[in-house]
T-cell receptor, first 114, second 115 residues
Framework: DAMVIQNPRYQVTQFGKPVTLSCSQT?????MYWYQQKSSQAPKLLFH???????NEADTPDNFQSRRPNTSFCFLDIRSPGLGDAAMYLC?????????????FGSGTQLSVL | AQSVAQPEDQVNVAEGNPLTVKCTYS??????LFWYVQYPNRGLQFLLK??????LVKGSYGFEAEFNKSQTSFHLKKPSALVSDSALYFC?????????????FGDGTTLTVKP
């Protein structure tokens, strides 16, 4: 089935050790998003790609970077994770950037920072 | 600017009773409104959306929502709750008049349906 896949499901890293989270999609959607969600709070948008165009949210820390090498894959890089970066990271896609498009979410990666 | 408020952190209902999860919104233009459900340790799943037209929108799993422009509300409803409906529910809004495609989510409401 077409879907949004996030790997790994659980990721443990050490304070300050770079970590990369992966997202792939078989939906051929133009837009891919990364959200951070802490303790069942509202998902917070970090950035999104519309095709190859990168759109960073103003309050996303510089510690967070993203790469989209092709339509199917998108990566979230955390250069120096802090304890406050422990959260669920959700990848989502949509067909276009139009406001009426619903989001398709992956199951998320739960990041722990020791 | 756009924002969403879900005034209740927690909603408890008995199985078989109707349920309502409240949502109010604020946008500068016209809204696109969405409801998503999140089960424990999972991503969000789309339930339904309001774009235009009929104010009563029907979605997945027997859920529906009513758009009320004068009250700027988009409450989620179901006539008869199931235990399996227990989950975290998020309301989201997008401004129709912008092309940024950015969804703003409410803080979520935990629905607990007791047998």
């Amino acid at each position: 089935d077409a879907m949004v896949i996030q790997n790994p499901r659980y990721q443990v890293t050490q304070f300050g050790k770079p970590v990369t989270l992966s997202c792939s999609q078989t939906l051929n959607h133009n837009v891919m998003y990364w959200y951070q969600q802490k303790s069942s709070q509202a998902p917070k948008l970090l950035f999104h790609y519309y095709d190859k165009d990168f759109n960073n949210e103003a309050d996303t820390p510089d510690n967070f970077q993203s790469r989209r090498p092709n339509t199917s894959f998108c990566f979230l890089d955390i250069r120096s994770p802090g304890l406050g970066d422990a959260a669920m990271y959700l990848c989502a896609t949509s067909t276009r950037q139009g406001a009426y498009e619903k989001l398709f979410f992956g199951s998320g990666t739960q990041l722990s920072v020791l | 600017a756009q924002s969403v408020a879900q005034p209740e952190d927690q909603v408890n209902v008995a199985e078989g009773n109707p349920l309502t999860v409240k949502c109010t919104y604020s946008v500068s233009g016209n809204p696109y409104l969405f409801w998503y459900v999140q089960y424990p340790n999972r991503g969000l799943q789309f339930l339904l959306k309001y774009i235009t037209g009929d104010n009563l929108v029907k979605g997945s799993y027997g859920f529906e929502a009513e758009f009320n422009k004068s009250q700027t509300s988009f409450h989620l409803k179901k006539p008869s709750a199931l235990v399996s409906d227990s989950a975290l529910y998020f309301c989201a809004v997008r401004d129709m008049d912008t092309n940024a495609g950015k969804s703003t989510f409410g803080d979520g409401t935990t629905l607990t349906v007791k047998p």
